[in-house]
C-alpha cells in the first residue's frame, strides 16, 4: 500500500476495508487452489505416513485369528524386530549397498566421468554422455533383465571371461551383493554425472588457471580449489542418491529376489517380506516405520544442505 | 620426455573414458541384439540371422497390448492430474504472501525426498480398508499423490519466473485470476508444465512396485507388472521375446527424455535449482 501522509481518516478506513475485502478473496481464491492438491496429499500421502506410526503398534496380520481382531500390541513389533537376527542382517545389508552403489560408486564414479570429460571432443562427449544416460533412462524392471542376462552363467560377462581363458562364475548367487550393487551404480551414475557437470561448469576457469600459473599441480587444483568449490552440490547429491538408493525395491527384487538366503536382503526387500510374503502387516509396518525415519533423518540433512529460500 | 607426458595426459582420460563407455554399454547392448535374434541367448553374440519375429510375437498378444493400454492410461492419466493439480497449488504459492507459504514449502520439498518404497505397506492397508484394492483409479489417485510434491515445487519455481506485469495487465483489462491463469500464465509456463508432466509421465511408467502390490487381477496389471511376471515365467526360455518386450516397454522413457531435453536447460544445477 502506498504510503500516504496527508490521507484523510474516512479515506483511510475506506482503503482498509477495501484491502481487507481484497484480502479475503486472496484467501478464499488460495485456499481454493490449494484444495484438491491438499486433499491427494492428506488421504494418499500424510495418511499413509500417519497410519505407520499406528500399525506398527499393532499385530495386523492378512491372515490368521489376527486378521479379525487388530490389537494394540505396543512395542513388541519393535521388541522382535530387535530380536530378529534378520532385521540386523537387514540393517547391514542396507549400510553395505548405500554405502557401495550410492556413497562410492555413483558419486565417485559420476564425479570421475564429469572430470574426465570436462573440455574434451564434443562428439567424444556426446557418445558417452549418451551411452551413461541410457541406463539411467531405463525403467529398473528392464535394468534388472539386462544384468541377469549379463551377469548369467552363460551370460555376456561369463562369455568373455572365457575367450580370455578365464573359468565361468555363477556371479547372482557367488557375488549377489556385488552384482546388485553394480547393477544400480549402471543405472543411477547418470544423475551425478549430470549433477558434477552442473556444478564444474560454474567453477571459473580463471581461478584453476590461476592456480596453475602458480605452479600447482593437477592433482592439487582438484583437491585444494575444484572440490571445495563445488562442495555444496557434491553434499545434496550424496543425500539425493541415498535416499534414492534407500528406496531401491525393483531392481533387487527382480535379480535375486533378496537372495540366496539373505544375502540381499535390504530393508524394503526385508518389509515386503515380511508384510507381503509372511503376511504380518504390522510387524512389516514397523519396519516401514524404521526405513521412514532413516528416510526422514537423510531428508532433514537434505533441507539444511540445500540452504532454501523459500 | 616431457612431450611424451602430455600426450599421455591427454590419452589417458580418452582411453578411461572409452573403457568405462563400453563396460556401459555392454548390457544394454544385449538387449538390442538379442530382439532381433531368432536364437538369443543370455549372451552378446552375432544374430544368427535378422528377424522382427520377437517383436511380432509380442505386439500381437493381446495380453501385452492390453497392460501396455493400461500403463499408458495409468501414467498418462496421472501425468495430467498432477500437472493439473500441482499447477492450482503453484498459482497462490506463487503470487500471494501467505502465512503459512514457508512451512508448507518446506514439507513439499521434504516430501519430495522421502522414499515412496517406505510407506507401501500402509498404503495397501489404506486400500482395503477404502475399498481401493484392484482399484486403477486408487493406483492413479496415489501414484498422484506421490508425484505432488516435486511437481509443485517445481512449478512454483518456474511460475516464479513469469512476471506479473503481464497478469496485471490482463486484469486491468477486466480478466479474472482464473483468467489469467488460463490464458497468460499457463502458456507461458509450457516448458516447465511439459518438464514436470514428461518426468512424472515416466516415473509412474517405469515404477513396477507401486502397481505389484496395489493391483491384484492379471488383467487390470499394467506393462511393468506384466514384463515382470513374463520374465519369471518365460525369460530364461524366450531370451529374444523379453528383449523384445524390455525394448517395447523402455521405449517411451527415452522418446520422452529425448523430447524432455529440448525444455531442460539447466536441470541440474543444485545450486540454482534451490532457489524457491
Known sequence: MDANPVISPSTAVDGGSASRKKQNRKLLASALFLLPAWLLLLVFFIGPILLTFYFAFTNLSLTGSEAQATQFVGFSNFMNMFQDPNFRISVMKTVVYLLFSAIIGQQVLGFILALLMKEKNPAFRRVIGIIIIAGWVTPEIVVAFCWVAFLNDSGTLNALLQQVGLKPVAWLFTFPMASVIIANIWHGTAFSMLVFQAALDDVPKSIEEAAVVDGASRFQVLYKIVLPMIKGSVVTNMILVTLQTLGVFTLIYAMTGGGPGTSTQTLPIFMYNQAFVNYQLGYGTAISLILLLIGVLVSVLYLKSMKVKV | ?276
Do not use: H
Open chain 2, 1 to 276: 620426455m616431457k612431450r611424451k607426458s602430455i600426450k599421455v595426459e591427454k590419452v589417458l582420460p580418452y582411453s578411461i573414458l572409452t573403457v568405462i563407455g563400453v563396460l556401459f554399454l555392454l548390457p544394454l547392448l544385449w538387449v538390442v541384439v538379442a530382439s532381433v535374434d531368432p536364437n538369443a541367448n543370455s549372451s552378446i553374440k552375432v544374430p544368427s540371422a535378422f528377424t522382427m519375429d520377437n517383436f511380432k510375437s509380442v505386439i500381437t498378444d493381446p495380453v501385452n497390448i492390453r497392460a501396455f493400454i493400461i500403463g499408458l492410461l495409468l501414467s498418462l492419466g496421472q501425468g495430467l492430474l498432477v500437472v493439473l493439480v500441482a499447477g492450482l497449488a503453484a498459482y497462490p504459492l506463487s503470487r500471494y504472501q501467505l502465512r503459512y507459504k514457508k512451512p508448507f514449502m518446506f514439507t513439499i520439498l521434504f516430501m519430495t525426498s522421502l522414499p515412496i518404497t517406505a510407506v507401501m505397506v500402509p498404503v495397501y492397508q489404506l486400500f482395503i480398508y477404502m475399498k481401493l484394492q484392484d482399484s486403477l483409479w486408487g493406483t492413479m489417485f496415489f501414484l498422484t499423490a506421490a508425484g505432488l510434491p516435486y511437481a509443485i515445487w517445481m512449478l512454483k519455481n518456474f511460475m516464479d519466473a513469469v512476471p506479473l506485469e503481464l497478469e496485471e495487465s490482463a486484469w486491468i483489462d477486466g480478466a479474472s485470476v482464473w483468467q489469467g491463469l488460463k490464458r497468460i500464465v499457463a502458456p507461458l509456463m509450457i516448458p516447465g508444465i511439459c518438464t514436470v508432466g514428461i518426468f512424472t509421465f515416466s516415473g509412474s511408467w517405469g515404477n513396477f512396485f507401486v502397481p505389484y502390490i496395489l493391483i491384484q487381477t492379471p488383467e487390470k496389471l499394467p506393462a511393468s507388472v506384466t514384463i515382470y511376471q513374463f520374465f519369471g515365467n518365460f525369460g530364461m526360455v524366450e531370451y529374444g521375446k523379453l528383449a523384445a518386450f524390455s525394448i517395447l516397454y523402455t521405449f517411451p522413457a527415452i522418446v520422452l527424455y529425448i523430447f524432455s531435453q529440448r525444455f531442460m536447460s539447466q536441470g541440474f544445477s543444485l545450486g540454482g535449482a534451490s532457489k524457491g
